[in-house]
């Protein structure tokens, strides 16, 4: 497999729709075929986050939920005191390898 070219400037996006471009550019396989692929992989994150589970892929990185406490926030546009209830919000931690690719030389490569 092909290793994924490393933009030359960084700050940049990649869409889901270039995604899925690349899935099918690398894999040979449809477009259609790679959304799904796709599509099945964040849906399955999603479920398994949305079940209280957490998800590690190894040399990439783990998802899991954190809790956030209630809290007392401001409204910013009358200034008033509100009420923010408590609520799970997706965590992403990189893993070792991810960390290590990501602060390589752009010219080296690891396979």
């Not at 079940?51 to 009358?78: A, C, D, M, Q, V």
């Not at 009420?83 to 602060?103: A, H, Q, R, S, T």
């Amino acid at each position: 497999m092909d290793e994924p070219e490393v933009p030359a400037a960084l700050g940049g996006s990649m869409t889901k729709a270039e995604l899925v471009e690349e899935v099918s550019r690398v894999s040979d396989l449809t477009k259609k075929h790679s959304e799904v692929i796709v599509d099945t992989v964040f849906r399955s994150i999603i479920t398994a986050l949305h079940r209280g589970e957490k998800i590690e892929l190894r040399g990439f990185g783990s998802f899991r939920l954190r809790r956030r406490e209630p809290r007392k926030g401001r409204n910013p546009k009358t200034g008033d005191k509100v009420d923010v209830p408590p609520k799970k919000v997706p965590y992403f931690k990189p893993g070792k390898e991810l960390k290590e690719l990501i602060n390589q030389d752009p010219g080296t490569t690891s396979q």
